[in-house]
């Protein structure tokens, strides 16, 4: 049992383990009550140690793919087939038997990524120092102190606001329902774009709010379209992401944004500007909610931090702030003073900042070797993305049912074709996520969707 663990990756060895023993019995249609090789084999053929094949085969046993008796080691418990998951945002979990599935689109970090020690650290210091953050909720508008933590990240965005312009939300979901809920009544239109954030769809339909497509480039929306869309219709609101658009992960050119900004004006349309990867972008940028005071603006740090810590925030007039915190107030009373508070001590301790940058080297290095596995699998790349979570890409001669076949036989999850579009419609584009995509699973997706190439003698 050859497990390929790749010493030099930065996914611990065990989570490594796991992972390669699952799509080892996947691929080998291993029938229940098989008694696995032990572990002291395992780890001899595969140069490890042997606790870390043992620990590996524990946490099987926990997702209920393998079970434990004494005497007789490990043998397969369930059937591992896999099966269709509605999960596409963050990263819920999954049934016992499909618990190792490598989701390849999810829309967060995948469990192994996440860090511990500095947010256990921050946790207990909240219990031990901060017992009213403990037991009530936060204010409206939120902690204060996390709030000028939040205006001094914002002016390196060279965005300029006050405390009475930023309010704290349940992450940034919660700040898109409120601002529909609060700003848009059925029967409005607003312009989305064109391949988008599926749950804003469905917010959106949920409020009976009509939606517009204007499709998105590599450099932002299509300006074109979208004043033809603005010159026949009288929509209300444009949602648009400016850095690491999901599902693309294209970043909005300067020029383009200056375009936006013109055209919204003209037409009297309000701009949400949703920038909740901001933290993984480093470098000169173009926010519209810098150009633009009047831009509202929805940030997060549920997808670098914790998916579980609820944190997000709303930047916009006074006005508006105040009418959406009470909003906020009515629906939920506020949002949780104790993940603020948790959230407010990394900040203070500096040990946020230099979790961002782990992070970011971390994406870095892995979706350049993912670029290039596309490459050699012949992939079209949209835009070929500098930074982000997301990279979009669809196979050039495959269509979406042998590709999906082909990713369940190996272990691998793909996006819905209909999840991106606001109106349903299939694509044979993909939302990869970079942090998946170096997974040995995914490496094999990749190489088996290859063209066939000549022998070379």
Not at 27 to 43: F, N
Not at 248 to 273: F, M, R, W, Y
Request: glycine residues 6%; contains cysteine; aromatic residues 6%.
């Amino acid at each position: 049992m050859e497990l390929r663990i790749d010493r030099q990756a930065l996914v611990p060895v065990v989570q490594q383990i796991v992972d390669a023993l699952a799509c080892w019995l996947r691929q080998s249609d291993i029938v229940p009550g098989t008694r696995l090789p032990s572990a002291r084999q395992i780890a001899r053929i595969n140069l490890l140690s042997q606790s870390s094949v043992v620990e590996a085969c524990d946490r099987l046993v926990a997702q209920g793919v393998l079970a434990s008796r004494q005497g007789t080691g490990f043998i397969v418990a369930a059937p591992t087939l896999a099966v269709d998951s509605p999960w596409l945002e963050g990263t819920a979990p999954q049934p016992a038997n499909v618990a190792a599935e490598l989701r390849l689109g999810c829309g967060g970090l995948p469990e192994s990524w996440r860090e511990t020690d500095d947010l256990t650290y921050a946790i207990r210091e909240v219990s031990r120092t901060d017992m009213a953050a403990l037991f009530n909720y936060s204010s409206p508008q939120g902690l204060p102190a996390l709030r000028q933590h939040i205006i001094k990240r914002l002016s390196l965005l060279d965005i300029a606001v006050d405390e009475h312009r930023v309010m704290t939300t349940a992450g940034a979901s919660q700040g898109l329902d409120l601002i529909v809920r609060a700003l848009l009544k059925p029967g409005d239109c607003v312009v989305v774009e064109s391949p988008g954030y599926s749950l804003l769809f469905e917010l959106l339909r949920q409020q009976g709010v009509a939606m517009l497509e204007v499709p998105r480039t590599p450099r932002g929306p299509d300006v074109g379209a979208l004043e033809a869309l603005l010159l026949e219709n009288k929509p209300r609101a444009l949602f648009i992401n400016s850095f690491y658009h999901n599902p693309t992960g294209s970043n909005l050119a300067p020029v383009v944004a200056k375009q936006v900004l013109h055209l919204a004006k003209e037409h009297d349309v309000q701009v949400i500007e949703d920038d909740v990867y901001a933290d993984l972008h480093s470098g000169p940028g173009t926010r519209l909610a810098a150009l633009d005071d009047n831009v509202i603006y929805v940030g997060s740090f549920s997808k670098t931090l914790s998916s579980s810590l609820r944190v997000g925030f709303i930047v916009g007039g006074a006005e508006v702030i105040s009418q959406l915190a009470e909003v906020k107030r009515i629906s939920s009373l506020g949002a949780s003073g104790f993940c603020e508070s948790v959230l407010a001590c990394l900040l203070d301790s500096g040990a946020y900042r230099k979790l961002v940058l782990r992070l970011r080297q971390r994406l870095r290095h892995d979706r350049e070797a993912a670029l290039q596995v596309l490459e050699d699998a012949e992939w079209e790349v949209f835009g070929k993305p500098v930074g982000g979570l997301f990279i979009w890409a669809r196979p050039r001669k495959c269509d979406y049912a042998h590709l999906r076949a082909q990713a369940r036989r190996l272990g691998v999850l793909l996006s819905s074709a209909t999840a991106f579009s606001p109106a349903g419609t299939a694509t044979d584009w993909q939302r990869i996520n970079v942090a998946c995509a170096c997974d040995p699973r995914a490496r094999a997706f990749f190489q088996a969707t290859a063209s066939d190439r000549p022998q070379a003698f």
